[in-house]
Structures are given as C-alpha cells and as structure tokens.
C-alpha cells in the first residue's frame, strides 16, 4: 500500500495495519539500507506545518503510520468507506507488540528514554525476541558529546533497526543525522520505549480507536499532555486557515 494525502491536514501517510507495519519492517530490514519508520498524530502535523526541517524529514520517509485517532478515522472516511480506522491507527506500541513477526532480526538498539524505562525495554524485547541481540542507550542528559557516543556505539554494534525515543522534534532531529552513519531501519518511537517496559500506563487501545486517548493520557500525564490537548489543536487549526488563505490567494494571482 502506497502513501496518500489526508485532506486539509495536507499531510501523507502510509495506511497500514499493525501487521502489515511489521512485515514492511522486516522488507526494508532485509535490504540492508537506511530507512526510516515514522508516524503522524495532531502533534506531528503541527510540526510539519510549522518547522520545514520537521516536514522535510517525515517527507523523505519510507513509512508514515497513522498515529493518532483522528487522522485514522480522516483516512477512513476520505479512502476506506468509513471503514478501518481502529486496525488502522498504528502506534509504535501497536506495531513493537508484533516486533516477533518482523523477520531476519538479530540487532536491534534502543535509543532514548531514562535509564529505567531504557533497561525495562530491552529486557521486555529480549524476551520477545530471543534469538535477536538487543542493547540500550539512555536519552538522559542528551546534548552533542551523547549523540556523538551514541553515534559511535551504533557504528560499532551494527544494528539492523533502532527505535528512537528522544520526544518531538529531537528525535527526528537526531534521525536525520544518524541515519547517513548508521544504514538500518530508523525508528522515531517516542514514548513507547516507557510504555514497552511498563513505566508509562498506555491506554486501553478500545479507548483509542474511540478517540478519547487524550482523556486518558491527561489524567494520568497532565504536565506532558495539557497543551497538546488543550492549545496545540487552535494552533494547528490556524495554521491550516492560514496556509488555506495562502493558497488561494496565489491561485487567484494579481487583479488587474
């Protein structure tokens, strides 16, 4: 399944499910080149239509995954007869949960997070994957000498995907320059490394594909999430009139 462009966001996406994720991982895994696995929520789009590095990054991506219950249910309704928009909406915990069927995996590094929540999820992925080498580096701290070791150790260790975690926009940012040094599958994961190894509570996915993840998310985060729930909307939906009354003003061009 190829990209398509979600209507007024203005952003593209790659509708796969969280099985479908996991067995194009495993495809690009197997190629041996640097590719990088992305996925957009309300958040993400505010930063493409606002930071043009940010836009250029998610638009040179192999896969953009609907991450979030709005844009899901927007490409359900313009491109699937309203159907599909919970097997659609695919997170990063969505598609880690189905990490044992990527195939051909042997080095997976996880980047980012606490030191905690960093030894939490490589122990969970050891165990899902037994046979695969997994090794961790935390994100505390993280400033140019910790990318420049982080660079290092990923040139030394080889692996065939990592899983970023560093939060909007730094891990993006730090993507971007590791994937030139480091030929694999790249990952910007955000939180799923705290969820994966069980510090951060996700919510239940039925409350996901109701759309009320935000609800849940700020009860249980209220310092991380308030202004994503309750300014970053306004935000975007002035950028979008904006850019709206951008356009249209140059397809009209010059009265004369």
């Known amino acids: 399944m190829g990209r398509v462009r979600l209507p007024f966001l203005d952003v593209d996406v790659t509708p796969f499910t969280a099985e479908e994720a996991a067995r ?15 996925g957009h929520n309300l958040h993400s789009v505010t930063l493409y239509h606002s930071d043009p590095a940010f836009a250029a990054f998610y638009d040179r991506s192999t896969v953009i995954l609907l991450d979030g219950a709005p844009l899901a249910k927007l490409w359900a309704r313009t491109f699937n007869g309203g159907q599909g928009s919970g097997a659609h909406r695919v997170g990063s915990v969505d598609w880690l949960a189905r990490i044992a069927e990527v195939d051909g995996l042997e080095r997976i590094a996880v980047l980012g997070s606490g030191s905690e929540a ?12 037994p046979q695969a080498r997994v090794e961790g580096r935390s ?11 982080a660079s290092a150790w990923l040139r030394e260790f080889a692996p065939q995907l990592v899983l970023t975690g560093l939060g909007m926009p730094l891990q993006e940012q730090v993507i971007t320059r590791l994937v030139d040094q480091v030929p694999a599958v790249h990952c910007a994961v955000g939180g799923a490394i705290d969820q994966v190894a069980g510090i951060q509570r996700l919510a239940p996915r039925w ?9 849940w998310r700020l009860l249980f985060h209220p310092r991380r999430v308030a202004y994503r729930v309750f300014v ?11 850019r709206r009354r951008q356009g249209t003003a140059t397809t009209q061009g010059p009265q004369s």
């Open 232 to 242: 970053e909307p306004w935000k975007l939906f002035f950028i979008l009139q904006r």
């Open 118 to 129: 960093n030894t939490g999820a490589v122990a969970e992925l050891r165990r899902r994957l």
């Open 207 to 215: 409350i996901g594909r109701l759309g009320f993840e935000w609800a």
């Open 24 to 38: 194009e991982i495993g495809r690009l895994v197997a190629t041996g080149d640097a590719h990088t696995v992305v």
């Open 139 to 149: 994100g505390e701290g993280w400033n140019a000498a910790a990318e420049a070791e």
